[in-house]
Protein backbone atom coordinates (compact mmCIF):
# COMPACT_ATOMS: atom_id res chain seq x y z
CA UNK A 1 0.00 0.00 0.00
CA UNK A 2 2.17 2.42 1.88
CA UNK A 3 4.33 3.79 4.42
CA UNK A 4 4.79 2.92 7.81
CA UNK A 5 3.99 -0.58 8.68
CA UNK A 6 4.51 -1.75 5.34
CA UNK A 7 8.42 -0.99 6.34
CA UNK A 8 7.75 -3.27 9.31
CA UNK A 9 6.31 -5.62 7.09
CA UNK A 10 8.78 -6.06 4.22
CA UNK A 11 12.48 -4.70 6.56
CA UNK A 12 13.88 -7.76 5.14
CA UNK A 13 12.99 -7.70 2.31
CA UNK A 14 13.11 -4.34 0.23
CA UNK A 15 11.32 -1.74 2.22
CA UNK A 16 14.05 -1.33 5.06
CA UNK A 17 15.63 2.16 3.44
CA UNK A 18 12.16 3.87 2.88
CA UNK A 19 11.44 7.24 4.12
CA UNK A 20 10.85 7.54 7.81
CA UNK A 21 7.13 8.49 8.28
CA UNK A 22 5.20 10.17 11.30
CA UNK A 23 2.74 7.30 11.42
CA UNK A 24 5.62 4.69 13.02
CA UNK A 25 4.97 2.41 15.67
CA UNK A 26 5.16 4.34 18.95
CA UNK A 27 5.25 8.05 17.68
CA UNK A 28 2.91 10.51 18.04
CA UNK A 29 1.32 13.25 16.37
CA UNK A 30 2.97 16.89 15.30
CA UNK A 31 1.18 18.85 17.20
CA UNK A 32 3.37 22.14 16.12
CA UNK A 33 1.78 25.13 15.17
CA UNK A 34 2.29 25.82 11.66
CA UNK A 35 1.57 29.05 9.13
CA UNK A 36 0.52 27.15 5.88
CA UNK A 37 0.80 29.13 2.71
CA UNK A 38 -2.64 28.65 2.43
CA UNK A 39 -4.38 27.95 5.47
CA UNK A 40 -6.69 24.67 4.85
CA UNK A 41 -9.95 24.03 6.58
CA UNK A 42 -8.29 22.42 9.78
CA UNK A 43 -6.43 25.69 10.25
CA UNK A 44 -9.36 28.04 10.31
CA UNK A 45 -12.79 26.12 11.43
CA UNK A 46 -13.55 26.32 15.25
CA UNK A 47 -14.06 23.15 17.30
CA UNK A 48 -17.83 23.17 17.16
CA UNK A 49 -17.05 23.12 12.93
CA UNK A 50 -14.65 20.29 13.62
CA UNK A 51 -17.10 17.96 14.97
CA UNK A 52 -20.01 18.40 13.43
CA UNK A 53 -17.72 17.61 10.25
CA UNK A 54 -16.25 15.09 11.68
CA UNK A 55 -19.08 13.40 13.53
CA UNK A 56 -20.40 10.75 11.19
CA UNK A 57 -16.66 9.32 10.84
CA UNK A 58 -16.53 9.32 14.90
CA UNK A 59 -19.54 7.22 14.99
CA UNK A 60 -19.02 4.88 12.36
CA UNK A 61 -15.67 3.00 14.13
CA UNK A 62 -15.31 0.31 10.97
CA UNK A 63 -14.46 0.98 7.59
CA UNK A 64 -13.58 -1.37 4.30
CA UNK A 65 -10.48 -0.28 2.35
CA UNK A 66 -10.31 -1.85 -1.00
CA UNK A 67 -6.81 -2.37 -2.69
CA UNK A 68 -7.44 -2.77 -6.56
CA UNK A 69 -6.05 -2.52 -9.43
CA UNK A 70 -3.48 -3.68 -12.32
CA UNK A 71 -0.81 -5.21 -9.73
CA UNK A 72 -3.95 -7.85 -9.21
CA UNK A 73 -3.40 -9.46 -12.67
CA UNK A 74 0.25 -10.10 -11.83
CA UNK A 75 -0.47 -11.20 -8.42
CA UNK A 76 2.77 -11.24 -6.68
CA UNK A 77 4.63 -12.74 -9.42
CA UNK A 78 6.99 -11.58 -12.19
CA UNK A 79 8.90 -13.07 -14.51
CA UNK A 80 8.28 -16.40 -13.27
CA UNK A 81 8.98 -15.51 -9.70
CA UNK A 82 7.56 -14.51 -6.92
CA UNK A 83 8.67 -10.99 -5.76
CA UNK A 84 8.99 -10.06 -2.13
CA UNK A 85 6.68 -7.58 -0.58
CA UNK A 86 3.27 -6.20 -0.75
CA UNK A 87 1.35 -7.41 -4.05
CA UNK A 88 0.63 -2.91 -5.06
CA UNK A 89 4.57 -2.41 -5.17
CA UNK A 90 5.05 -5.50 -7.58
CA UNK A 91 6.08 -2.59 -10.37
CA UNK A 92 8.97 -1.06 -7.69
CA UNK A 93 10.26 -3.89 -5.91
CA UNK A 94 10.83 -5.84 -9.48
CA UNK A 95 11.99 -2.67 -11.05
CA UNK A 96 9.57 -3.02 -14.24
CA UNK A 97 10.20 -0.50 -17.02
CA UNK A 98 6.73 1.84 -17.42
CA UNK A 99 6.13 -0.14 -20.52
CA UNK A 100 6.11 -3.09 -19.77
CA UNK A 101 3.85 -2.33 -16.33
CA UNK A 102 1.52 0.06 -18.72
CA UNK A 103 1.43 -3.32 -21.17
CA UNK A 104 -1.09 -4.79 -18.11
CA UNK A 105 -3.99 -2.52 -18.64
CA UNK A 106 -5.08 -4.42 -22.31
CA UNK A 107 -5.20 -7.58 -20.16
CA UNK A 108 -7.10 -6.04 -17.44
CA UNK A 109 -10.83 -7.10 -17.81
CA UNK A 110 -12.36 -7.94 -14.34
CA UNK A 111 -15.96 -8.99 -15.47
CA UNK A 112 -16.52 -10.43 -12.03
CA UNK A 113 -16.72 -7.29 -10.60
CA UNK A 114 -19.67 -6.37 -8.83
CA UNK A 115 -19.93 -3.31 -6.84
CA UNK A 116 -23.81 -4.36 -5.42
CA UNK A 117 -22.11 -7.43 -4.01
CA UNK A 118 -19.05 -5.66 -2.37
CA UNK A 119 -20.84 -2.96 -1.19
CA UNK A 120 -23.39 -5.44 0.55
CA UNK A 121 -20.04 -7.20 1.84
CA UNK A 122 -19.25 -4.41 3.74
CA UNK A 123 -23.16 -3.31 5.25
CA UNK A 124 -22.85 -7.33 5.91
CA UNK A 125 -19.55 -6.84 8.32
CA UNK A 126 -20.98 -3.57 9.59
CA UNK A 127 -18.83 -1.35 8.03
CA UNK A 128 -20.36 1.88 7.61
CA UNK A 129 -17.98 3.03 4.98
CA UNK A 130 -15.41 2.31 2.39
CA UNK A 131 -12.57 3.88 0.89
CA UNK A 132 -11.06 2.29 -1.98
CA UNK A 133 -7.68 3.39 -4.68
CA UNK A 134 -9.04 5.68 -7.41
CA UNK A 135 -4.86 5.98 -8.48
CA UNK A 136 -2.02 4.34 -6.10
CA UNK A 137 1.80 4.64 -6.80
CA UNK A 138 1.36 2.62 -10.38
CA UNK A 139 -0.27 5.57 -11.37
CA UNK A 140 -3.54 3.73 -12.72
CA UNK A 141 -6.58 5.53 -12.29
CA UNK A 142 -9.34 2.49 -11.75
CA UNK A 143 -11.82 5.42 -12.93
CA UNK A 144 -13.00 7.45 -16.03
CA UNK A 145 -10.20 10.12 -16.40
CA UNK A 146 -9.97 12.73 -19.46
CA UNK A 147 -7.07 13.95 -17.80
CA UNK A 148 -4.81 10.61 -18.88
CA UNK A 149 -5.54 7.82 -21.05
CA UNK A 150 -3.92 4.93 -18.84
CA UNK A 151 -6.85 4.34 -16.53
CA UNK A 152 -9.57 1.94 -16.45
CA UNK A 153 -12.34 2.79 -19.14
CA UNK A 154 -9.67 4.08 -21.87
CA UNK A 155 -7.68 2.01 -21.56
CA UNK A 156 -8.91 -1.57 -20.48
CA UNK A 157 -11.57 -3.81 -22.30
CA UNK A 158 -13.17 -3.69 -19.30
CA UNK A 159 -14.60 0.04 -20.37
CA UNK A 160 -16.40 0.59 -17.17
CA UNK A 161 -15.69 3.17 -14.14
CA UNK A 162 -15.88 0.91 -10.41
CA UNK A 163 -16.23 4.19 -8.89
CA UNK A 164 -19.04 4.95 -10.20
CA UNK A 165 -20.94 1.76 -9.90
CA UNK A 166 -19.61 1.82 -6.09
CA UNK A 167 -21.36 5.41 -5.55
CA UNK A 168 -24.63 4.17 -6.88
CA UNK A 169 -24.67 1.51 -4.35
CA UNK A 170 -23.28 2.72 -1.79
CA UNK A 171 -26.14 5.47 -1.78
CA UNK A 172 -28.53 2.79 -2.52
CA UNK A 173 -27.16 0.80 0.91
CA UNK A 174 -26.64 3.68 3.08
CA UNK A 175 -22.73 3.10 3.27
CA UNK A 176 -20.50 6.38 3.06
CA UNK A 177 -17.56 6.11 -0.12
CA UNK A 178 -14.10 7.60 -0.16
CA UNK A 179 -11.23 7.89 -2.32
CA UNK A 180 -7.89 7.23 -2.16
CA UNK A 181 -5.42 8.67 -4.20
CA UNK A 182 -1.53 8.76 -4.27
CA UNK A 183 -0.95 12.22 -4.66
CA UNK A 184 2.72 12.41 -4.59
CA UNK A 185 4.41 8.77 -5.97
CA UNK A 186 3.58 8.11 -9.37
CA UNK A 187 5.84 5.39 -10.87
CA UNK A 188 4.21 5.73 -14.42
CA UNK A 189 3.91 9.55 -15.15
CA UNK A 190 7.44 11.57 -15.93
CA UNK A 191 7.71 13.43 -12.76
CA UNK A 192 6.10 11.50 -10.07
CA UNK A 193 7.73 10.75 -7.08
CA UNK A 194 9.31 7.45 -5.59
CA UNK A 195 10.31 5.94 -2.20
CA UNK A 196 13.67 4.65 -2.27
CA UNK A 197 13.47 0.78 -1.96
CA UNK A 198 16.29 -1.93 -3.57
CA UNK A 199 19.17 -0.45 -5.61
CA UNK A 200 17.60 2.42 -6.83
CA UNK A 201 19.48 5.73 -7.10
CA UNK A 202 18.82 9.51 -5.59
CA UNK A 203 17.79 11.81 -5.92
CA UNK A 204 14.89 10.24 -7.78
CA UNK A 205 14.88 6.46 -6.71
CA UNK A 206 13.67 6.15 -10.88
CA UNK A 207 14.56 2.78 -12.48
CA UNK A 208 13.00 3.82 -16.17
CA UNK A 209 14.17 6.79 -17.88
CA UNK A 210 10.49 7.07 -18.66
CA UNK A 211 9.65 8.37 -15.16
CA UNK A 212 12.26 11.31 -15.56
CA UNK A 213 10.35 15.03 -15.68
CA UNK A 214 9.35 17.53 -13.07
CA UNK A 215 7.48 16.75 -9.83
CA UNK A 216 5.72 20.44 -10.01
CA UNK A 217 4.25 19.46 -13.36
CA UNK A 218 3.38 16.35 -12.58
CA UNK A 219 1.33 17.54 -9.66
CA UNK A 220 -0.33 20.49 -11.88
CA UNK A 221 -0.92 18.58 -15.17
CA UNK A 222 -1.78 14.89 -13.69
CA UNK A 223 -2.76 14.84 -9.58
CA UNK A 224 -4.68 17.88 -9.01
CA UNK A 225 -6.57 17.60 -11.89
CA UNK A 226 -7.52 13.61 -10.98
CA UNK A 227 -8.10 15.12 -7.61
CA UNK A 228 -10.79 17.53 -9.31
CA UNK A 229 -12.04 14.49 -11.27
CA UNK A 230 -13.13 12.90 -8.19
CA UNK A 231 -14.17 15.49 -6.24
CA UNK A 232 -16.60 16.38 -9.10
CA UNK A 233 -17.88 13.71 -10.85
CA UNK A 234 -19.64 11.20 -8.28
CA UNK A 235 -21.73 13.62 -6.49
CA UNK A 236 -21.86 14.04 -2.75
CA UNK A 237 -19.06 11.15 -2.65
CA UNK A 238 -16.25 11.08 -2.29
CA UNK A 239 -16.43 11.83 1.84
CA UNK A 240 -12.99 11.50 2.17
CA UNK A 241 -9.93 11.80 0.48
CA UNK A 242 -7.04 9.22 1.28
CA UNK A 243 -3.23 10.68 0.53
CA UNK A 244 -0.60 8.61 0.61
CA UNK A 245 3.21 8.29 0.89
CA UNK A 246 4.39 12.10 0.52
CA UNK A 247 8.13 13.01 0.09
CA UNK A 248 9.77 15.79 0.05
CA UNK A 249 8.84 16.74 -3.60
CA UNK A 250 5.52 17.59 -1.38
CA UNK A 251 7.01 21.03 -0.71
CA UNK A 252 4.14 23.67 1.94
CA UNK A 253 4.10 25.73 -1.94
CA UNK A 254 3.21 22.77 -3.89
CA UNK A 255 0.96 20.88 -0.73
CA UNK A 256 -1.18 24.59 -0.63
CA UNK A 257 -2.18 24.13 -4.26
CA UNK A 258 -4.04 20.96 -3.37
CA UNK A 259 -5.30 22.60 -0.63
CA UNK A 260 -7.12 25.03 -2.17
CA UNK A 261 -8.60 22.53 -4.08
CA UNK A 262 -10.29 20.68 -1.06
CA UNK A 263 -11.14 23.51 0.90
CA UNK A 264 -14.01 23.56 -1.73
CA UNK A 265 -15.56 20.73 -0.31
CA UNK A 266 -15.97 22.29 3.67
CA UNK A 267 -17.48 18.77 4.71
CA UNK A 268 -14.70 16.62 3.15
CA UNK A 269 -12.37 14.90 5.64
CA UNK A 270 -8.43 14.16 5.11
CA UNK A 271 -5.85 12.32 6.38
CA UNK A 272 -2.02 13.09 7.78
CA UNK A 273 -0.21 12.35 4.41
CA UNK A 274 -0.81 15.16 1.96
CA UNK A 275 2.21 15.90 3.03
CA UNK A 276 3.79 19.73 3.26
CA UNK A 277 3.32 20.03 6.86
CA UNK A 278 -0.23 19.76 6.31
CA UNK A 279 -1.97 17.67 9.43
CA UNK A 280 -5.01 16.60 7.97
CA UNK A 281 -7.88 15.35 9.87
CA UNK A 282 -6.68 11.99 10.56
CA UNK A 283 -3.49 9.99 11.91
CA UNK A 284 -3.30 6.69 10.20
CA UNK A 285 -1.70 4.03 11.84
CA UNK A 286 -0.77 1.51 9.34
CA UNK A 287 -0.57 -2.51 10.61
CA UNK A 288 -0.70 -1.63 14.26
CA UNK A 289 -2.88 -0.26 16.93
CA UNK A 290 -1.07 2.74 18.98
CA UNK A 291 -1.12 1.91 23.03
CA UNK A 292 -2.74 5.02 23.87
CA UNK A 293 -4.43 6.05 21.27
CA UNK A 294 -4.29 9.58 20.14
CA UNK A 295 -5.75 11.94 22.97
CA UNK A 296 -6.87 14.92 20.98
CA UNK A 297 -6.57 13.55 17.45
CA UNK A 298 -9.14 11.72 15.37
CA UNK A 299 -7.70 8.24 14.11
CA UNK A 300 -7.93 5.12 11.80
CA UNK A 301 -5.81 1.89 11.82
CA UNK A 302 -5.60 0.72 8.19
CA UNK A 303 -4.63 -3.13 8.52
CA UNK A 304 -4.67 -5.65 5.85
CA UNK A 305 -6.60 -9.29 6.46
CA UNK A 306 -3.33 -11.29 5.38
CA UNK A 307 -0.10 -9.35 4.51
CA UNK A 308 -0.56 -7.55 1.79
CA UNK A 309 -2.98 -4.85 0.92
CA UNK A 310 -3.25 -5.81 -3.56
CA UNK A 311 -3.96 -8.86 -4.00
CA UNK A 312 -1.25 -11.67 -3.87
CA UNK A 313 -2.60 -15.10 -5.10
CA UNK A 314 -0.24 -16.63 -2.50
CA UNK A 315 -0.38 -14.79 0.35
CA UNK A 316 -2.50 -17.01 2.00
CA UNK A 317 -1.54 -15.92 6.13
CA UNK A 318 -4.64 -14.42 6.98
CA UNK A 319 -6.36 -13.31 10.53
CA UNK A 320 -8.46 -15.21 12.36
CA UNK A 321 -12.16 -13.73 13.06
CA UNK A 322 -11.23 -13.65 16.60
CA UNK A 323 -7.63 -11.59 15.85
CA UNK A 324 -9.92 -9.33 13.76
CA UNK A 325 -12.66 -8.49 16.20
CA UNK A 326 -10.35 -7.91 19.02
CA UNK A 327 -8.56 -5.45 16.64
CA UNK A 328 -11.74 -3.90 16.34
CA UNK A 329 -12.83 -4.02 19.76
CA UNK A 330 -9.48 -2.51 20.92
CA UNK A 331 -9.00 0.10 18.74
CA UNK A 332 -13.05 1.35 19.84
CA UNK A 333 -11.72 1.43 23.25
CA UNK A 334 -8.85 3.77 21.96
CA UNK A 335 -11.58 6.03 20.53
CA UNK A 336 -10.17 5.33 17.12
CA UNK A 337 -11.81 3.49 13.63
CA UNK A 338 -10.54 0.40 12.18
CA UNK A 339 -9.97 0.76 8.09
CA UNK A 340 -9.60 -3.32 7.17
CA UNK A 341 -8.53 -4.16 4.09
CA UNK A 342 -9.97 -6.36 1.02
CA UNK A 343 -7.64 -7.19 -1.97
CA UNK A 344 -10.02 -8.30 -5.33
CA UNK A 345 -7.98 -10.05 -7.84
CA UNK A 346 -7.90 -9.28 -11.24
CA UNK A 347 -11.62 -10.58 -12.38
CA UNK A 348 -12.72 -8.47 -9.30
CA UNK A 349 -13.47 -11.10 -6.87
CA UNK A 350 -12.80 -11.17 -3.45
CA UNK A 351 -10.92 -13.22 -2.05
CA UNK A 352 -13.02 -16.51 -0.41
CA UNK A 353 -11.25 -15.98 3.08
CA UNK A 354 -11.88 -12.58 3.43
CA UNK A 355 -15.78 -12.70 2.74
CA UNK A 356 -15.65 -15.40 5.13
CA UNK A 357 -14.42 -13.35 7.62
CA UNK A 358 -16.23 -10.24 7.15
CA UNK A 359 -19.60 -12.38 7.70
CA UNK A 360 -18.46 -13.68 10.60
CA UNK A 361 -17.22 -10.21 12.41
CA UNK A 362 -20.85 -8.95 11.19
CA UNK A 363 -22.69 -11.35 12.90
CA UNK A 364 -20.96 -10.54 16.10
CA UNK A 365 -21.53 -6.90 15.42
CA UNK A 366 -25.56 -7.92 14.73
CA UNK A 367 -25.30 -8.64 18.10
CA UNK A 368 -22.82 -6.42 19.88
CA UNK A 369 -22.73 -3.38 17.56
CA UNK A 370 -23.76 -1.02 20.27
CA UNK A 371 -20.96 -1.23 21.89
CA UNK A 372 -18.64 -0.39 19.21
CA UNK A 373 -20.85 2.71 16.99
CA UNK A 374 -20.57 5.94 18.45
CA UNK A 375 -18.42 4.83 21.40
CA UNK A 376 -15.75 6.72 22.85
CA UNK A 377 -12.86 5.59 24.84
CA UNK A 378 -12.73 3.39 28.02
CA UNK A 379 -12.77 4.80 31.36
CA UNK A 380 -10.64 3.06 32.59
CA UNK A 381 -6.87 1.77 30.80
CA UNK A 382 -5.08 -0.87 32.16
CA UNK A 383 -7.05 -3.48 30.45
CA UNK A 384 -5.04 -2.64 26.78
CA UNK A 385 -1.95 -3.33 28.75
CA UNK A 386 1.30 -1.58 29.84
CA UNK A 387 5.02 -0.26 28.83
CA UNK A 388 7.56 -2.63 29.82
CA UNK A 389 10.33 -2.08 32.41
CA UNK A 390 12.87 -4.28 30.42
CA UNK A 391 11.83 -4.40 27.42
CA UNK A 392 12.37 -2.00 24.23
CA UNK A 393 10.68 -1.35 21.04
CA UNK A 394 12.44 -0.86 17.56
CA UNK A 395 12.75 3.13 18.24
CA UNK A 396 14.48 1.74 21.22
CA UNK A 397 11.54 3.19 23.54
CA UNK A 398 9.75 1.08 26.36
CA UNK A 399 7.94 -1.44 24.25
CA UNK A 400 4.06 -1.70 25.10
CA UNK A 401 3.11 -5.02 26.29
CA UNK A 402 -0.47 -6.04 25.35
CA UNK A 403 -2.94 -7.75 27.61
CA UNK A 404 -5.84 -10.23 26.43
CA UNK A 405 -8.58 -10.22 28.79
CA UNK A 406 -11.09 -7.59 27.95
CA UNK A 407 -11.54 -3.75 26.95
CA UNK A 408 -14.09 -1.13 27.52
CA UNK A 409 -16.05 1.15 25.77
CA UNK A 410 -18.24 4.06 26.64
CA UNK A 411 -21.26 6.78 26.00
CA UNK A 412 -22.69 9.05 27.95
CA UNK A 413 -24.95 6.51 30.01
CA UNK A 414 -23.65 3.46 29.62
CA UNK A 415 -20.30 1.39 30.00
CA UNK A 416 -19.29 -1.91 27.47
CA UNK A 417 -17.22 -4.30 29.00
CA UNK A 418 -15.94 -6.56 26.06
CA UNK A 419 -14.78 -9.62 27.68
CA UNK A 420 -12.01 -11.92 26.37
CA UNK A 421 -11.28 -14.33 28.95
CA UNK A 422 -14.23 -15.48 30.92
CA UNK A 423 -13.67 -15.41 34.38
CA UNK A 424 -15.12 -17.50 36.87
CA UNK A 425 -17.26 -15.98 38.87
CA UNK A 426 -17.42 -12.21 39.37
CA UNK A 427 -15.89 -9.81 37.25
CA UNK A 428 -14.19 -6.96 39.55
CA UNK A 429 -13.48 -3.65 38.60
CA UNK A 430 -11.39 -0.79 40.47
CA UNK A 431 -11.19 3.09 39.88
CA UNK A 432 -14.80 3.61 38.68
CA UNK A 433 -15.74 6.70 37.88
CA UNK A 434 -19.42 6.35 37.57
CA UNK A 435 -22.25 5.08 40.01
CA UNK A 436 -23.72 1.75 37.94
CA UNK A 437 -27.42 0.96 38.01
CA UNK A 438 -27.80 -2.40 36.45
CA UNK A 439 -25.24 -4.65 34.61
CA UNK A 440 -26.31 -7.16 31.72
CA UNK A 441 -25.39 -8.99 28.93
CA UNK A 442 -25.45 -7.46 25.61
CA UNK A 443 -26.61 -10.68 23.67
CA UNK A 444 -29.38 -11.60 26.13
CA UNK A 445 -32.46 -10.35 24.58
CA UNK A 446 -33.99 -10.25 28.16
CA UNK A 447 -31.53 -8.13 29.73
CA UNK A 448 -31.92 -9.95 33.04
CA UNK A 449 -30.13 -8.01 35.56
CA UNK A 450 -26.55 -9.64 37.03
CA UNK A 451 -26.06 -9.48 40.90
CA UNK A 452 -23.68 -6.67 41.23
CA UNK A 453 -22.05 -5.44 44.57
CA UNK A 454 -20.78 -2.09 44.65
CA UNK A 455 -17.33 -0.61 47.24
CA UNK A 456 -15.99 2.88 47.30
CA UNK A 457 -14.90 2.60 43.37
CA UNK A 458 -15.13 -0.59 43.05
CA UNK A 459 -17.20 -3.11 41.31
CA UNK A 460 -17.89 -6.66 41.28
CA UNK A 461 -20.36 -8.04 38.79
CA UNK A 462 -21.91 -11.64 38.81
CA UNK A 463 -21.33 -13.24 35.48
CA UNK A 464 -23.15 -16.56 34.82
CA UNK A 465 -20.76 -19.74 34.58
CA UNK A 466 -20.04 -19.80 30.59
CA UNK A 467 -19.67 -16.61 28.22
CA UNK A 468 -22.79 -15.89 25.40
CA UNK A 469 -19.88 -15.73 22.89
CA UNK A 470 -16.18 -17.43 22.48
CA UNK A 471 -14.52 -14.50 21.31
CA UNK A 472 -16.01 -11.45 22.93
CA UNK A 473 -18.94 -11.13 25.24
CA UNK A 474 -20.29 -8.08 26.25
CA UNK A 475 -21.25 -6.45 29.58
CA UNK A 476 -23.23 -3.23 29.71
CA UNK A 477 -22.96 -0.77 32.71
CA UNK A 478 -25.98 1.41 33.33
CA UNK A 479 -24.79 4.52 34.69
CA UNK A 480 -25.50 8.19 35.97
Known amino acids: MKLAASIALLAATTFAPML??????????????????????????????????????????????????????????????????IGEWIMNNASIPVADYKALAPQFNPTGF?????????????????????????????????????????????????LKELAEECRKQGVKLGFYYSQDQDWTAPGGAALKTGDHQPPTYHWDKAQDGDYATYLRTKAIPQLKELLSNYGDYPVIIWFDTPTKDMTPELASE????????????WNNRLGGTYKGDTETPEQYIPAQGYPGRDWESCMTMNDTWGYKSFDTNFKSTETILRNLIDIASKGGNYLLNIGPDSHGIVPAPEVERLHQVGKWLDVNGEAIYGTTNTTFGPEAGAFSTTEKDNKGNPKFVSTWDWRSTTKAHKIYLEIFKWPSGSFHLDKLTRHVTKAYLLADKSRKPLKLTQGSGTLDIQLPSQPLDPIATVVVLETN
Open 114 to 162: SAHDIVALAKAAGMKYIVITAKHHDGFAMFDSRVDPFNIVTGTPFHRDP
Open 20 to 85: ANAQLAGSKPDTTPTNHPVPSIQDTETPAQKDARLAWFREARFGMFIHWGLYSIPAGTWDGKQVPG
Open 258 to 269: VVALLNKYPKLI
